[in-house]
């Protein structure tokens, strides 16, 4: 049981470029978020999904988007990367049942924007 | 949005002894969930403890406990005998019941365990 997977783990992207940032769970969950840490900032909500074909947006969506085609995946796309955009991101997907409920992360992706 | 304030960026404990992490939040729900995450040097998040509002006891897992002040909207992590381990940066969440069911972080605050 992998949980929740997100690719590529580092990345350094040029002023401009284009990239996409996969997150798969084997988890079986419908909600599904992606955040960025910064120092300072704790986490911030970028987009979420509710189930496949969904999504919404976050508090700091603005540079990013995203997609939900399958429900075990949630990508995040950034089109025109800048410098503000360099920060660690965490993809989530969360889990109710009786006992509770909890988001389970992802080990988390490095991209640095030059 | 929902708020969550970490108000101390760093504490530091001896080993064996006992700390209490703040943190606050502000909603207007009723209903909502509580969270203590964990993350040490390798990144990975790790939940900790989490608290249902509903519930008036507070939630206790080995060492790890709360002290849940729903009227005061605060909810701090008590660690009892520190271990070297524990040293981390620590995350407050709050989960909304809202559509979406966002989790709000705070800031952090970094936890440093002395030998």
Not at chain 2, 98 to 111: H, P
């Amino acid at each position: 049981n992998a949980g929740v997977t997100q690719t590529p783990k580092f990345r350094v992207l040029k002023t401009g470029q284009s990239m996409t940032l996969l997150c798969a769970q084997d988890m079986n969950h419908e909600y599904m978020y992606w955040y960025r840490q910064d120092p300072g900032m704790g986490l911030r909500l970028i987009h979420y999904s509710v189930g496949e074909g969904t999504t919404a947006k976050g508090e700091v969506p603005d540079g990013y988007n995203v997609s939900r085609l399958k429900k075990q995946n949630f990508l995040l796309g950034l089109e025109s990367a800048a410098p503000s955009q360099t920060s660690v991101y965490f993809c989530a997907s969360r889990r109710d049942t009786m006992l509770g409920t909890e988001a389970f992360f992802g080990q988390g992706t490095r991209l640095t924007v030059v | 949005a929902q708020t969550v304030t970490q108000s101390q960026p760093e504490m530091s404990v001896q080993e064996a002894e006992t700390v209490t992490l703040s943190c606050t939040y502000d909603t207007s729900e009723s209903d909502y969930y509580l969270f203590w995450y964990k993350q040490p040097p390798s990144r990975q998040m790790i939940l900790v403890i989490r608290q249902e509002a509903y519930k008036q006891q507070n939630a206790t897992e080995n060492r790890f406990s709360v002290n849940f002040q729903k009227a005061a909207k605060s909810f701090s992590l008590k660690i009892s005998d520190s271990q070297l381990g524990d040293a981390a940066m620590y995350f407050c969440a709050y989960r909304t019941t809202n559509t979406g069911n966002q989790f709000y972080f705070g800031t952090g605050t970094s936890l440093t365990v002395i030998p």
